[in-house]
């Protein structure tokens, strides 16, 4: 496997050097069906398998919940009610104690699990569950946002965010607005399931194989549901197939509900959900509802803005307070907004509990001001482009965001001009015009729209990292830290940080699980932080082992520490070489600690949540995408046919898996606004819960073409790991460029300064009723069209 | 008949005789063999994760295709070669180059949908490779990928056949064959287990023996549908009576201007023969499903089980195909509406069996063209399809319509009284217009996770709209996907 090396190379030569693309490390085994995931291991013996047996009511008091029918069905070695557990009947991650693991009292969503059986097989598990009895009195649910809203119901406060006076702003702006855009929810639908396998340890300990972003997390709340401490719980996890944020919170419930299981009966206990029960009893990204009021210029740059944003949480808190405010956070995207008001309100719904999903609420922000610039384009009768330029944030005076967080690295303008140029935007926007006036029922649209994403987490504490290296004597290097491998190239990219840092061959280093026993409190693997945080938690272990062999070597061989020098596999001392094996060696016999574990805490991040000011992020990541679309305007149904980008990953740790990153965020992102549709019954039970209903992107979907380039002067004007920039989010955000271009494609059928007001996701149905209100305000109405 | 399921698992044969005849070849694989290399994503032919591929004889040559171990059952496997993402690597550890295309071309993310992908790749091989976007899609239309975003896969894809061939297996393929062919004589397969039964007849006189016997039966063909009650509805089925194993329910000719199409011909190996004769019937048997549901299902069980969606059977009744079902040795034809009584009941009697469908050759003045509207283009299902058939007179006056929609009523239906407002009339935007406000007395289509009903009723008007644009403007570009005939 040759790397190919990136344009700006960092001098060394080894394998896998920061700045090269190397394969990722476990490409191939995943293509020969080696690389082992929870359900891939080979089975212990008397292994139990589990099942949740779910309520059958979005919202009703349990009467009655008898599962002695289930205890003595054939093949059951144990069933778990809520009062079976041993310690704390909660998950909830945020402290917010409204999480139960096990229904009790009342059911709060349709598949809320109400007890757990394990079983000698999934099949014993199964026919068991299916003979409880439970007996409810139902209560009202609360199925919509808009229900919820209307009677009141959050899971957490509603925050306000005022900045500057947005109803003087208002009042006086020479054009002012309302409007309404509803978003849909997300399924991640990662390709594994949630999957946990727990093996009995003596002394009642447990050591659990979970596949989630969140280790540490899950390892405390096993502890909690067991009544014992932390120390009690080792969480591991090699990879997941999949995360995209589903994994950061959702894993809990069957990881405690296994090892309670593996505990109680002295038996392995694996719980892995089949897509359905993932896609029912686990959470998904928030949908939401936004109401604004914005005035504008005749320039059409927003003078000031009044926006109310509601959220579907589900039944309770999880991750949505942090949610929320990430989109409150990214009602700005890229443009100085001035004086505004956001209200953001945290919906209780009798749904399952909404979490963490890719952008983390940044996308919903963005999906609402980019909605809101439109209007005024639209209403203008302006290209969005040039409304876009206008309200970008630019030089002192324009450069505060509504959170009062000095934008100092701001790349869109420069990169929205290269785009532009590359992509032939202003040509082609002319030639769809062309287009579209002499097709009777296809019509293309075409946008551009920016992503300005902010890096970290928005909860200061969660910014640290920590990782853990050995060097054995044969040179050969272990390396683990805190972050977790999901496909994304995390493990890889640390990888390189350790090689380059020893100036050795990748080839040297072992990637390890990463493990709650090895590297103790870390962070979810999530806001994007994977490689900023756990890179230069393990850059920083390398430096204290190459610090340690260096003060070695000096006093050992009399040289000052300018004469070691570590460089291709080899430790220059003075005039003498030596192998990076004969160096460890050496320092081992002579009584060198060869372990070290390295930290990290991002600097200069501070943040008060009472006012809503502060500096959350460390920096941002920029992006920018043109994106062409054809519709069928009898149909409503679209097709994606050209994107190009241009995105801001700073100095690339890995082209090739930043690239990867991006062109699959953004087929992600494209699903979300498209084809992928949440539908929920009156009664609350979720419909659309497999692929056969619930439709992400095919290989078909993937525009014909896709010219993916990452920002040439890309550099973070922040010291993160060899300037690199976080790349996990923020493409996701590109596809609302493709949003923009059908309801562009809308549009050229309505009248002049007709609103298209499309809301997402965009499908068939979405379309045709938004190109059936642009017919309708073209005066003249006939089936051929204004020809 | 033998009481034994007898198959290669790559190069190693293997014969079954204690076995679930409705343990599905996943589950198999991972839990029974321990090759845990193929994944399951979603238990439903929807994913591809669990992609196998089954070799089988045909002449003197074995052919591939990429099937859904999730939802193929053990015992179908007789007298096959099932190949695994295991069976890929050389001896000696080298990567196949699907596989090592895949790598190269940083194919790979998270890895679980990945052994799906390569197997998919492998059928491709197989076949030759493909530099075709739209081929390229095809064969990966049933595999999904929720990473990488599908172009490095398309591009492993594109580059696969740059590489060396692989050195032939320990088992060459002549010994394969002949392997296969020795497992082909006798008269089928009968298992017993557990009380429940399991047939394999391999001719049309024995199967209709054994189900006018066993009238409890569930008939299984690609198990695209049966498949799911098993991994998804959890049922346990008594009796089976697997029919792709009998030659006579292969057929696919044209006699008499009749195109016949046996029940046992799967999508895939009729969608050259239908493209052929009715190019727009093809566009819709492209996206009825992926490949590896094409490569099971076939048109016979698409008629069969009575879905109110289809999709073939509204293009077929406007097409004016007929019905052939056998009882024992009794057979009875019908036009293809008529089989279809109410919502999940249709003409069938115990122990009669869809033999053949028979689909006249259109006439070369029908204007045809059919419409499958769903939220995403490939391996979706269908919110609403309409087919549209209509001849006009000399004077340009509509001499004879049949339109038949799925998705707007309980069964695939006939626009009757749209039809009625048609005939007669000259073939104008008026006549288009006034017929297409009928559909409202044709149908009350229903609201489900799909669609509306008022976008069902919106959008089926407006196919009647598309369809007279379409045949009334040669240079209309009409399509986002396929290629519409016009003329």
């Known amino acids: 496997m040759d790397d190919v090396v990136a344009a700006d190379p960092k001098p060394a030569n080894i394998r896998g050097a920061v700045g090269t693309s190397r394969i990722h490390d476990s490409a191939a085994k995943h293509v020969a069906g080696e690389a082992v995931y929870i359900d891939d291991i080979p089975l212990p013996q008397n292994c139990l398998h589990m099942i949740a047996g779910m309520s059958e009511r979005a919202h009703a008091k349990i009467l009655k919940l008898d599962v002695s029918q289930v205890r003595t069905a054939p093949g059951v070695a144990l069933v778990l009610i809520a009062e079976d557990l041993p310690g704390v009947n909660d998950i909830s991650p945020t402290g917010t104690k409204d999480e139960p693991v096990l229904a009790t009292g009342k059911v709060h969503f349709h598949g809320q699990p109400l007890f757990a059986v394990a079983a000698d097989t999934i099949d014993l598990a199964r026919a068991a569950a299916k003979k409880a009895v439970v007996e409810y009195e139902d209560l009202e649910p609360l199925v919509t946002v808009d229900a919820a809203l209307a009677a009141g119901e959050t899971v957490l406060p509603t925050e306000v965010l005022t900045c500057g006076d947005p109803a003087g702003k208002l009042e006086s702006a020479p054009h002012r607005r309302q409007g309404k855009v509803r978003l849909g929810g997300q399924e991640h639908f990662y390709l594994e399931g949630h999957i946990s396998l727990a093996l009995p340890q003596e002394d009642g300990d447990v050591l659990v194989h979970c596949s989630t972003q969140h280790p540490s997390e899950v390892q405390h709340n096993v502890a909690h549901v067991l009544g014992r401490p932390n120390n009690a719980v080792t969480v591991e996890v090699r990879r997941m197939g999949g995360g995209f944020g589903g994994k950061e919170t959702q894993g809990a419930q069957w990881a405690a509900l296994a090892a309670v299981t593996a505990v109680k009966t002295g038996r392995p206990a694996k719980f892995c959900l089949d897509r359905d029960d993932d896609m029912i009893m686990t959470g998904k990204r928030h949908d939401f509802i936004a109401d604004y009021d914005v005035g504008y210029d005749d320039d059409g740059r927003i003078v000031g803005l009044d926006v109310m944003l509601a959220a579907r949480c589900g039944f309770s808190a999880d991750l949505s307070g942090a949610i929320a405010d990430r989109a409150m956070f990214h009602i700005d995207n890229g443009y100085f907004l001035g004086d505004l008001k956001v209200t953001s309100h945290r919906n209780r719904t009798n749904t399952v509990s909404n979490c963490a999903f890719r952008g983390f609420g940044g996308p919903q922000g963005m999906v609402v001001i980019e909605r809101i610039i439109d209007d005024i384009a639209r209403t203008l009768q302006k290209d969005a482009l040039d409304v876009r330029k206008i309200n970008l944030y630019g030089d002192e005076g324009r450069n505060v965001t509504p959170y009062q967080m000095t934008v100092e690295d701001n790349e869109l303008p420069e990169m929205i001009a290269m785009l532009e140029q590359s992509s032939d935007y202003v040509a082609r926007q002319k030639e769809i015009a062309d287009y579209n006036a002499n097709s009777r029922i296809l019509k293309r649209g075409i946008a551009m729209t920016p992503v300005k994403f902010g890096i970290s987490f928005t909860t200061t504490f969660l910014n640290q990292a920590g990782a853990l290296i050995h060097l054995y004597t044969d040179g050969s290097v272990y390396l683990n830290h805190g972050g977790t491998e999901m496909g994304q190239g995390l493990f890889l990219k640390v990888a390189q940080v350790v090689a380059q840092e020893f100036s050795i061959d990748i080839d040297n280093i072992k990637i390890s699980a990463t493990n709650t026993s090895k590297v103790p409190n870390t962070s979810a693997t999530a806001a994007s932080s994977g490689s900023d945080m756990n890179g230069m938690a393990a850059q920083a272990a390398a430096r204290t082992l190459k610090d340690r062999l260096t003060g070695f070597a000096c006093a050992h061989y009399g040289v000052t520490a300018n004469e070691v020098v570590f460089a291709a596999n080899k430790v220059q001392v003075g005039d003498k070489t030596f192998t990076f094996a004969e160096i460890v060696n050496q320092a081992y016999l002579n009584r060198v600690q060869l372990s070290a574990t390295g930290f990290y805490k991002t600097p200069k991040i501070h943040y008060d949540r009472e006012t809503f000011s502060g500096r959350p992020f460390l920096y941002f990541a920029y992006g920018v995408a043109v994106s062409e679309v054809k519709i069928d305007t009898l149909t409503g149904e679209t097709r994606t046919t050209r994107v190009d980008i241009l995105h801001d990953v700073g100095s690339s740790l890995n082209p090739a898996i930043d690239e990867g990153q991006v062109e699959g965020g953004f087929i992600q992102g494209m699903g979300w606004l498209t084809s992928e549709e949440l539908v929920y019954a009156d009664d609350g039970r979720l419909l659309t819960h497999a692929p056969s209903t619930y439709k992400i992107p095919a290989c078909a979907d993937r525009p014909e073409e896709f010219n993916l380039k990452l920002w040439p002067k890309g550099r973070n004007r922040e010291e993160t790991i060899h300037r690199s920039k976080a790349v996990g989010e923020p493409p996701l955000m590109l596809a609302i460029s493709v949003h923009h271009a059908i309801a562009e494609a809308v549009g050229s059928v309505g009248a002049p300064g007709h609103i298209v007001a499309l809301d997402a996701p965009a499908t068939p149905e979405c379309v045709l009723d938004a190109v059936d209100r642009a017919k309708s305000s073209v005066a003249k109405k006939t089936v051929r069209g204004a020809q | ?487």
């Open chain 2, 1 to 487: 008949m033998r009481s034994s399921v007898n198959f290669l698992l790559g190069d190693e044969p293997r014969e079954l005789t204690d076995i679930d005849p409705t343990m599905t070849v996943l589950r198999y694989l991972r839990e029974v063999e321990g090759r845990v290399g193929s994944k399951e994503g979603c238990a439903e032919g929807d994913c591809g994760a669990c992609t196998v591929v089954l070799a089988e004889v045909q002449g003197d040559a074995l052919t591939y295709r990429a099937v859904n171990a999730c939802i193929q059952f053990v015992p179908t496997l007789e007298g096959k070669q099932l190949l695994t993402v295991e069976d890929l690597k050389a001896s000696d550890g080298a990567l196949h180059p699907v596989q090592q295309s895949m790598v190269d071309n940083h194919g790979s993310q998270c890895g679980f949908c990945t052994p799906g992908f390569v197997m998919s790749l492998h059928a491709l091989y197989q076949q030759g490779g493909a530099q075709d976007r739209l081929e390229i899609d095809n064969a990966l239309a049933g595999n999904l990928c929720r990473c990488t975003g599908y172009g490095p896969i398309v591009a492993a894809a594109r580059a696969m056949t740059d590489y060396d061939a692989p050195a032939e297996g320990d088992m060459p393929v002549a010994e394969v064959i002949a392997h296969l062919k020795g497992l082909q004589e006798g008269d089928g397969v009968s298992l017993e287990w557990r009380g429940r039964k399991y047939f394999a007849p391999r001719s049309l006189e024995a199967l209709a023996a054994i189900y006018k016997h066993h009238t409890e039966a569930n008939i299984l063909a690609g198990g695209t549908d049966i498949g799911l009650w098993v991994t998804k509805q959890h049922r346990r089925l008594q009796t089976v009576i697997y029919i792709g194993d009998v030659a006579e329910l292969d057929t696919l000719e044209v006699v008499d201007g009749v195109l016949q199409i046996g029940a046992g011909v799967t999508y895939e190996r009729a969608l050259e023969t239908i493209c052929e004769h009715f190019p727009e019937f093809g566009e819709v048997m492209r996206r009825i499903g992926s490949t590896q549901i094409r490569n099971a299902g076939t048109i016979g069980g698409n008629v069969a089980n009575g879905s109110p969606i289809g999709d073939s059977p509204p293009v077929l009744i406007a097409l004016g195909a007929r019905l052939v079902l056998r009882c024992g040795p009794d057979v009875r034809e019908m036009a293809l509406e008529d089989f279809f009584v109410d919502y999940g009941k249709q003409d069938r009697q115990p122990g009669e069996f869809v033999e053949r469908i028979d689909v006249p050759l259109a006439a070369p003045d029908v204007m045809f063209r059919s419409y499958k509207i769903s939220k995403r283009f490939d391996q979706d299902i269908t919110a609403a399809l309409g087919a549209f058939a209509v001849t006009l007179d000399d004077s340009g006056n509509v001499a004879s319509a049949r339109i038949c929609f799925g998705g707007m009523a309980a069964t695939p239906k006939r626009a009757t009284a749209t039809e009625a407002a048609l005939l007669g009339q000259p073939w104008t935007e008026e006549t288009m217009q006034a017929a297409a406000e009928h559909m409202a007395t044709d149908y009350a289509p229903l609201t489900d996770m799909r669609a509306s009903a008022d976008y069902r009723m919106k959008v089926s008007k407006n196919l009647l709209t598309k369809f007279w644009l379409e045949t009334t403007d040669e240079t209309l570009e009409s399509r986002l996907v396929g290629v519409a005939v016009n003329g």
